[in-house]
C-alpha cells in the first residue's frame, strides 16, 4: 500500500514538471470535432436543434483551440483546460435531454483519457472526480426529476458504475506509463552522468600527463668520444 502510494505521488510530481504533448492533443481534439459533426448532421435531420446546437458548438470549439494551439503554445495548458471545462459544462444539458438517447453522453467516457493522460493528475483528477459525482447526483438521487429525458433504468444504474472502473483503468495505465517515462528519463540522466564523468576524467588524465612531459629535464648527451674510436681512427 506503502509503495502504491509512493507510486502515484512519484507520478503527481512529475507530471507538474512535464509539457502537454501539443500534437497528440491537436488529433484528439480534431478527431473529436469529426464525430461531433458526424452526429450533429443526424441531429439536424431529425430535427433535435437545440442539441444539435450544443454539439455544433462543441465541435467549433474544439476546432478553434486546433487553430489556436499552433501559435500559443505556451498557453496549451490554459487552452486545453479550457476545452475540457467547456465540455464538462456542457455535460449538463446533454444529460438532462437524453441527446440521441442517452448517446452522446457515452462520448465522455473519455474524459478520463483527455484530462489524466494528456494534462495529468493534477487537473485530471479534481476534472474526472467532478463529473463522476455529478452523474452520480443526476442519475441516482431524486434529483434525476429535473431529466427532461427519461432513460432506461439500466442505463441510469450502469453508466456510473461504468465510467468510474474505466477511470480507475486510465489512473493504473497513465500511473504505469509516467512510471516508465520516469525511469527512462533518470536512466538518460545516469547515462550522461557517467559519460560526462568518463569525460572528465580523460580531460584531467590529459592535463597531467601534459604537465607531467612539461617538467621532465632532458638529459645531457656526452661528448667524450670513446677510446676504442680514437685508437681506429689513428
Known sequence: MREAAASIKR???????????I?????MLVIFAIVM???DVENFKLGKYVIGGATLFAA????????????????????GRLVVIVLLALALPIAAVGAN????????????????????MPFGVPACIGFGLG????????????LFYSYPREYLYYYPIFYWGF???TVVMDIFYKLY????VENEKKLEEEVQHAVDDTKKLMVNSVATISRMRRIPIRRNIPSVWRSIRR
Open 11 to 21: 507520478v503527481w510530481n512529475y507530471e507538474k514538471t512535464i509539457n502537454v504533448d
Open 23 to 27: 500534437r497528440a492533443l491537436q488529433n
Open 37 to 39: 459533426l458526424l452526429i
Open 60 to 79: 467549433v470549439v474544439c476546432i478553434l483551440c486546433v487553430a489556436v494551439l499552433n501559435r500559443y503554445q505556451k498557453e496549451v495548458y490554459r487552452i
Open 101 to 120: 438517447d442517452g448517446f452522446s453522453l457515452l462520448w465522455y467516457m473519455l474524459i478520463p483519457i483527455f484530462t489524466l493522460v494528456l494534462f495529468g
Open 135 to 146: 452523474i452520480m447526483l443526476l442519475f441516482w438521487t431524486p434529483v434525476r426529476g429535473v
Open 167 to 169: 477511470c480507475l483503468l
Open 181 to 184: 517515462q520516469i525511469l527512462q
